[in-house]
Structure formats: structure tokens, C-alpha cells
């Protein structure tokens, strides 16, 4: 930037500096020195150059590619049923129901305590023995004994799903609820005078309102659930027999739990190319989508 009289002004690039200082040291360089490792077989004590033996490796093995097919179907199973769920929950917040400030708070609670709390809490009622989930389907005659829905690949899977269903699903109500509340009601009435009914204004005017808010909360709720670490490893650990072993956990137990730096630095590099390449062709795709509903 150039003062009046020709010189140099720093200040703006003084104020720049921390934003950009951050961005260095916390992102870039991490990226850097993780690509880095991801071309060695570094573990402990031990470190040799090994060029892009990781990748090739990880790129042979089957099992690697059914947890990229596990982790994208885990990813839009989740996020899904979340857009779903948080726009037919931001709508009744919507209407001019009596107690709607209440229920405003009470939807709250599973976005608000701490995901650990939370994914014990599911730990529970998943138990055979005496969580509430096994104890109502043995009353009602859905199984003959305790059943651990843990404890099954299928129902494993299913269970964490809804566990991440549950606890994100609540931040993504809020955000569409604050959208629908910033669309003009004039919109609306004029529709109602036209004869519209209540699914052609939600069709016509709400969905196309808050699109943007849609394609920005898909998108990151991608993202997020993609790098779910917690909510798995608490409930299952990526078990059983890797039913619920998505990337990240892949990654962890890797790198953490068989130390094995390297292949953990090559399975993190791949994590973040393919969000990359999704996030890029989701935005394309949500894009075009916005435009139809534009016209």
C-alpha cells in the first residue's frame, strides 16, 4: 500500500501479520510437515525417506477402500437425516404454536452438553443388559433376550449414526430457524392471497429463501461429520470387526495406537484431499441447484 507521498504504509500489513502468522504456524505449516512424514515410514526411534510407498500401499489394500465406501456412506446417511430433521424442525419452531419459546430451549440440550456426556448417555441405552432400548424391544416382542446393538455390525453402524443424528442434528434447526425468521412475511402473504397452499409457499418461497443457509450447513455438517472422531470411538472404538471404522479412526489407530506415523501421516494426507475434492464438487452441485430454485 502507498502513502500520499509515495512512501510505504505498514500499518495495514502490521495488522495483517497476526492473521497471517496464525494461518503459518497453524495450518500451514502442520500440513507441510505432515506430508512430509506421510513419505517416510517414520515410528518410534525410526525414520527413512520412503518416497510414496504409503500411498501405494494404502491405494492395494482392499480394506482401505471399503473405509473411504464406510466413511462417504456414514458422512450422507448422517448429514442427510440431519437436513431433513432440521428443516421439518425449523419450520414447527417457526409456527405460531403456544409454548414455542419453550420448545426453542428444549432442542438445545444435545447440541449444548459436552459430545462425551452425551455419547455415554447413548452408551447406556444401547446396553443389553440394562439399557432402556433392549429392555422396550424385549417388552414389546422385537427380541427374545438382551440385545446389544453395539454389539452387531449392522446395528452397530446404525447406532452411531443416529448418536451423531442426535447430537448435530439440534445446530442445524437453529441455524435454518434463524434463516426462515430473516425471509420477508410479505412473501407469504401474498402467496396466501394468491391461493397458495402451506407446501407450495414452503416449496416455492422458504426453501428457495434459505438455500445459501442450506448449501453452507450441508456443506460444513459434511465436513464435521467426516472428521467425527469422538462419537465412534466412545461408542465402539471402530468395532465391531470395523464396522464403524471411518477414516479418522482408521487414522488414529494408525498412527496413535500402532505407531506408525508415517502410514497415519499418508492415511491423513488422503483424508484431506478428498474433502477437498468433495467440498469443491458438492459446492459445484448445491450451486446449480441453488439457481434452479432461483427461477
Known sequence: MIA????VDFFPYFLLAPAVFFILVIVAWPLVETFRLSLTDARLGKENFVGFENYQDLLEKRKFHQVISRTFFWMFL????????GLAG?????AAIPGRALFRVLVM?????P?????????WLYNSHFGLLS??????GLVDGPFGFLAYKTSAFYSAVITDVWIGTPMVTLFFLAAMQGVNRDLYEAAWVDGAGRW??????????????IV???????IWTFNSFEIIWILTEGGPRGATTTLIVDTYKTAIGNYKFGEGAARAVIIVALLAIFSIIYYALLKKLNRFYER
Open 78 to 85: 448422517s448429514v442427510s437425516l440431519k437436513i431433513v430433521l
Open 90 to 94: 425449523a419450520t414447527l419452531l417457526n
Open 4 to 7: 500520499k507521498k509515495g512512501k
Open 115 to 123: 459430545m462425551a456426556i452425551g455419547c455415554i448417555g447413548w452408551l
Open 216 to 222: 453452507s450447513m450441508a456443506l460444513l455438517s459434511a
Open 135 to 140: 429392555g422396550v424391544a424385549q417388552r414389546i
Open 200 to 213: 407450495y409457499r414452503f416449496r416455492r418461497i422458504t426453501i428457495p429463501q434459505i438455500m445459501p443457509v
Open 109 to 113: 440440550p444435545p447440541w449444548v452438553i
